[in-house]
């Protein structure tokens, strides 16, 4: 066989639609967790080319797995083993912001360097670092956007008011891009983070929501403080509805009810990560680029 997607439990769904479009065969990996911790890994029959699919979400276990599957499968004759992450993890920490911190970024970059043939992942969250070829060298790095997917997404019963808003300035691309294609108005906040859950946020020309129905854009909804804290903002500038819409959601389901009973009024995300928001499926986006770029012959 040529090439085949390698499917994890929890993203079996995903990796399915992704084999569905480039038209070849999905297999699951089996992972066997031992009393002490540890995991056993099987994969069935390799393929030349592995497409391996794991969104690094909740990250740490996952890496060790994903490992010894890419090992495994080099042991079955797969000649290049490719990583399919839609949601790619640790790469916030991009320096030492306190003496003694590990630079977890260059870490595991270098670890997923080591261990594969390619990479393809879904709107990193990048800082300093433009290029994600800068962090993973030496081997092919597809970095995607979703915003495409998104504008899909919203388009559908879109009002032509609708005011499309960004909690902060990392938020400037992801909405720019999607307002873009679909002529709407802009508005980008300015945001002070002083721990994991508190945030201190304005927004400038914030009166241009009265009346109209906004939705807020960000590439990650993580404990969902952010769009919270925008969405106050909105609300008491006499927004009529907010929604909120993003890439990868990594919020737990009391942080999304949180948000949802505290003014947003709806939640969508693409299905980098699994869960109840991930309404938007990512799988031609992949697919595309995997195609592309030559990797399935
Ligand atoms: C920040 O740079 C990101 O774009 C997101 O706004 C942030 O990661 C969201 O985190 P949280 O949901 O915890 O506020």
């Given at each position: 066989m040529n090439a085949a997607v390698f499917a994890f439990e929890e993203t079996q769904a995903q990796a399915r639609a992704l084999a569905a479009c480039l038209d070849i065969a999905s297999h699951d990996v089996c992972v066997r967790s031992f009393p002490d911790g540890e995991s056993l890994v099987r994969v069935p029959s390799a393929a030349r080319t592995a497409l391996l699919f794991r969104s690094l979400d909740h990250p740490n276990a996952k890496l060790v797995e994903i490992l010894l599957a890419a090992s495994a499968l080099r042991d079955g004759g797969a000649e290049r083993v490719m990583l399919v992450a839609p949601y790619l993890a640790?790469?916030?920490?991009?320096?030492?912001?306190?003496?003694?911190?590990?630079?977890s970024q260059r870490v595991i970059g270098n670890l997923i360097a080591a261990h594969f043939d390619g990479l393809v992942t879904v709107d990193p969250h990048l800082h300093r670092i433009a290029d994600l070829g800068e962090v993973i060298r030496g081997i092919d790095v597809l970095s995607l956007s979703a915003a495409p997917a998104l504008a899909k997404a919203i388009?559908?019963?879109?009002?032509?008011?609708t005011i499309l808003v960004g909690p902060?300035?990392?938020?400037r691309p992801w909405v720019e891009s999607i307002a873009k294609p679909l002529g709407l108005e802009v508005l980008v906040g300015e945001k002070q983070r002083f721990g994991d859950r508190q945030v201190r946020l304005v927004l400038p020309h914030?009166?241009?929501?009265?009346g109209r129905p906004a939705i807020l854009v960000d590439d990650i909804i993580s404990s969902g403080t952010t769009l919270l804290a925008c969405a106050g903002l909105l609300r008491d500038a006499g927004a009529t509805s907010v929604e909120a819409i993003a890439t990868h959601c990594l919020a737990s389901a009391a942080d999304l009810a949180h948000l949802t009973a505290n003014g947003i009024d709806r939640i969508r995300t693409s299905d980098t990560v699994p869960g109840?928001?991930?309404?938007?499926?990512i799988a031609e986006t992949l697919a595309g680029a995997i195609r592309g770029q030559g990797w399935i012959g």
């Open positions: 640790y790469m916030r920490q991009d320096m030492a912001f306190h003496p003694g911190e590990a630079v388009e559908q019963g879109l009002r032509e008011d902060d300035i990392e938020s914030a009166g241009r929501a009265r109840s928001v991930a309404e938007i499926s």
